[in-house]
Every structure is written in C-alpha cells, then in structure tokens.
C-alpha cells in the first residue's frame, strides 16, 4: 500500500500539467471574436484609405503660368473629392496656375482636398508654390528661335524631336521647301544664328506657341529678301481673322508689310539682299497693332500710321504660324529668309531712346487768303518725332520752335511765314 501512493501522486500531477497545456495551445482562439468585428467595419473606411493614397498632384514645388494645369480630381470610384485652395488667385478651381506679380513675390498654396463616402470622410492637404513673375525687363522670352538647335536641312523631318515648331495640318501637299541654312549669300546672319530659308511653291505652314498673359506683347525677326524671293508671312492664325507681317514677294523689289484681319497688305520697301530687323507691337487689351523696322543706326522707323485697330478672333494672340507663298504659286520661288524671332512682353523688349528727330508737320495750311483788314494768327503747328511711334514733339521741351510773321494785313501782297524749329 505504501508502495502506490507515490505513483498515484505522479499520476495526478501529469494530468495538472496535461490541463495547463491544453489551456495555453488555446489561448489564440480568444482572438476570433477580434477579427469578426474588424470584418463588420465601414466598408467606406477602406475605399475612402484607398483614394487618400492613390491621389497626388506631382511635383507642385515650382509652378508657373506655363505649366500643364493641374488636375484636381472631383470623384474616384464612388469617393466624391472636394478642393479647397488657400489664397484664391493663383491656382484656380479648374488647375489654371497664374503667376503672381515680381513684387508680390512667390507664393505658398494649401490645396486641401476632402475625400467623403457616406459618413466616412478624410482630408489631404497639398502644399505648391507658385513662383512670381520676373521682373518685366528681365521676362524671358515667350519664343527665342535662333534655328541653332536644327542641323542644316529640311526642318520638316527634324520637328518631331527638335524645336517647339510643328507641321499645320491640311497642308500634306504642301511643296514649298523649309530649310535650315548656315549660310545666306555670303552675308553673315544676325547673331551668329541660323536661319530659315523658304522657297515658296504650293502653300506650307509651321506653327510655334506663344504661352503669354500679358497685354502687350512684342515680336521681332531678321529677314532677308532676294531678287525675285518667295514671301514669308507671319501670322497670328492659319484662318480669319488674323494679324500678318513679314516679307512681301515683290519681284526685283523687296518689300516688308504689315495687315490687319487678312485686309490689304501695306508695304513697305527695303532694299535686296540686306538683312531687316522687324518688329510688331500687339495690344492684346486694346486690339491695335503698330509695325517698325530698324535703319542701319538702329533707330526704330514706323510702318503704320499709329496704333492699328484689328479683330483678332477668341484664340487671341497664342500662336504663331509661318506661312510660305499661297496655294497656287506657279513654280518655286528664289528663298527669302528668317531667322532670330523673339517674343516678349514689351518691358523685355523695349523701344530704343532714338534722340530728337523732326518729322512730318501738320495744321499749316501752303496758302492762306485774307482780306484786307482782317485778322491773321499764325498756325500752331503739330509736329511729329521722326523715329519710333512718331510721338507729338511738345513745344520748347523736346524742341524749339520760332515764327518769324511779316504779314501785313493792311497791305497787299504775298508774305511767307517763317517756322524755324530745332531740336533741343
């Protein structure tokens, strides 16, 4: 009997420890009523998470008016999306970036987007600069085409991957020849540039983008006409209403011109084989346009009367197409050539300082007849400045201006009156 008892107390403690194992292999069955409630949450939770982390505005760090507009997505599969933006005025509602003024300086943007399904909703906050305005002198240029990025030869095969210049469609039989040259009849080209050479024959177009804002923008470009040259039209559309100017194709003469609403071309003649610097002022705000070229000193001489008034369609002055001769020109023609075309607003292309040139005068009448006994006051004169815009030349401040007047109304006769005028 004593013998047992031992064996009895062994047995009885291996089934205690038999117990206490069972008890701890099933302690992780207590998790499952865990998991149960997790898969009876807001399905809205998850799809709201999984929207919050697809959505992403790229790289916002340094946007300016140029750049794509941004998307700021309204809805994903089912989770409506709502925009926020903090300060209003340089990202708008539809992505549009507008750069701030030089002075006001860069500007900061909180986009905050607010994901909502049902009852679930979650924000995401974006934080973009928009980079300000440089100071206008200093703008760089909206185009800047030297045709140096180009090898010598047809540009056609070139622009898919060079350049910003691209084919017009509806022109597939188009033969007139663009071509990128070194070289041009031994005359150096502006600026060390290349230049483009056309020689018209059925009507071709490229088109570049002008990307702008401003209310007054300025484009210039060399040019040069040979004998007997093709024309080469620069215009604001390949439809109507549009702007143009360029090279007239003018036989043995050659001949820069400007046009309003495809009207008639008003030209101007320039002598052969000489290269021009033109230039085409456009008043977005007021539609006017006025068109220069430089002289030899560099002095900026008007091809219109003043500002020309124009109907420029909605597209406004975003673009710009370089057409050569029209659909039915015979044979191909000898080249004309282009070549440094700029565009910028025009504080970056400011009109020279051309000192004091008298210019045409105008309110004095050749012959005047007054009785004997009448009065006589001489004309006051209106007299232009030569260069630039023709300014009115005011009176003793950008020159001076004597009237020697003999008239004698008492006595018959013919008297000349005197204007003597100098510039101060």
Known sequence: MKRLIPLFLVLLMTIVLAGCKDETTTVPTTLAPTTISQSTADPGIDLVDSVYDWLSLGDISALLSTSPRLILPTSRDGVAITWDIDPEGYIAPNGVVTQPDHETGNQEVTLTATLTYGEVERTKIFTATVIALTTPEDNPPIMNETFNDYADGNIATQMETVGIWAPVSGKSSATSLFSVVSEVGGNPIPGGSKALEIRSHLENQIVGPLFHTFDKIVIEADVYQTENGSPIYLQTSQSTPAIGFGLSGAGSTASIYYRTDNGDEYKTQIQLNTWYKIRLEVDVLNNTVEFFYYDSAGHLIPCTPGPVAYTLGEGGFVSLFIR?????????????????????????????????????????????????????????????????????????????????????????????????????
Do not use: C, F, W
């Open 324 to 424: 050569s001769g029209s659909s039915n020109t015979p044979a191909q023609q000898a080249p004309a050539y282009i070549t440094n075309i700029v565009a910028n607003r025009i504080e970056a292309l400011p009109k020279p300082d051309d000192p004091v040139k008298l210019g045409s005068v105008s309110g004095i009448e050749a012959i005047e007849v007054i009785e004997n006994g009448g009065t006589y006051t001489p004309a006051e004169p209106v007299v232009k400045g030569y260069y630039g815009a023709q300014d009115i030349l005011e009176k003793d401040t950008d020159y001076t201006l004597e009237i020697t007047n003999p008239v004698d109304v008492d006595v018959n006769g013919n008297y000349s009156d005197l204007y003597d005028h100098e510039s101060s």
